[in-house]
């Protein structure tokens, strides 16, 4: 009997653009990232995309202190690998963006490979009342921002991050993303096999639809040979039938309440296990199997959950 093909699902649990007020779902207290996060491993997810939230307000934060309650309840609950963001800003400095993953060294950090209009300044128009005074101007105030990812930004990360053996997550938000992370892959900053996980459907990126995919993938295969493996994270409505087509190209998925709050047209989801369950059940009806945490770990060639920092 052939193997079945294994898919890694990664869930990202909250990130830095949706807000308190459109979700009653998104967890923002260290509890309750904690809680959804382990949640999201026991339904199926072997990596778990972090980002941190101010406990109070629900505001984004790259602060380290904000990470460190809930990334001990995560190791101590759950073998899933923990991936911490090193965006969750757009005004940021490098540094500053990447103090999280220099601190607690984790077995995979994200690294956005170029600059990009990042803007979802549509969603503020969808509200009339918010539940936090930062909220409505957060978000409007997107429209002006730019997230920036300079060839410098991006060699400045990979060196002060490179004595912990982290591995990247690639994101790659256009075409020309691919050909920048060949670039420095070319100046010796990352070694294969390199994970890219194409980020579709945001505002200043390339649109999430299969044509595009297909581009991506057939883009990478030009540049990357047999060194890479891959992901998709599609934004809205777009998560679960490009994450599920992936599946069937050979890639992994990525699914969670940062890159959508929804679990099917029209309707919030409770959870981002919620979100994991459907795509792991469509992913298995159709044959494939689900990687555990130890199988993404030796796809991916990561250093080992007891090499980290917390």
């Excluded at 990470?67 to 101590?76: C, E, H, N, T």
Aim: net charge negative; proline share 4%.
């Amino acid at each position: 009997m052939a193997r079945k093909p294994k898919t890694i699902i990664t869930c990202a649990v909250t990130g830095a653009i949706h807000t308190p007020t459109m979700s009653d779902a998104l967890p923002y207290t260290y509890d309750q990232i904690a809680e959804q996060a382990i949640a999201a491993a026991e339904a199926g997810a072997a990596i778990l995309h972090l980002h941190a939230r101010n406990p109070e307000t629900g505001m984004p934060s790259i602060d380290p202190d904000d990470f460190a309650p809930f990334l001990r309840r995560i190791k101590q609950s759950t073998d899933a690998v923990v991936n911490i963001s090193t965006g969750g800003s757009l005004t940021a400095t490098i540094q500053q963006r990447i103090a999280p993953a220099k601190t607690f060294s984790p077995e995979m950090c994200s690294m956005n490979m170029g600059s990009l209009n990042f803007s979802f300044h549509g969603l503020a128009g969808r509200y009339s009342e918010w539940k936090f005074d930062w909220e409505r101007d957060y978000v409007a105030g997107s429209e002006g921002n730019i997230f920036r990812n300079t060839f410098k930004d991006i060699k400045e990360a990979a060196e002060t991050l490179a004595p912990d053996r982290i591995k990247f997550e690639h994101e790659i938000y256009d075409v020309g993303h691919l050909y920048n992370l060949r670039a420095m892959m070319d100046q010796g900053h990352f070694a294969a096999p390199i994970f890219l996980q194409f980020v579709m459907g945001i505002l200043g990126g390339i649109g999430a639809d299969v044509e595009n995919l297909v581009f991506l993938k057939r883009t990478a295969d030009k540049l990357f040979g047999d060194q890479y493996r891959w992901s998709v994270l599609a934004a809205g409505a777009a998560q679960i039938p490009l994450a599920v087509t992936a599946s069937q190209m050979g890639g992994h998925v990525r699914v969670g309440l940062e890159d959508s709050l929804f679990i099917s047209r029209g309707e919030l989801a409770t959870s981002n296990a919620q979100q994991v369950a459907k795509v792991r059940r469509i992913i298995e009806d159709l044959g494939n199997a689900v990687a555990t945490p130890d199988e993404a770990r030796a796809i991916l060639a990561l250093k080992g959950g007891d090499q980290v920092r917390f």
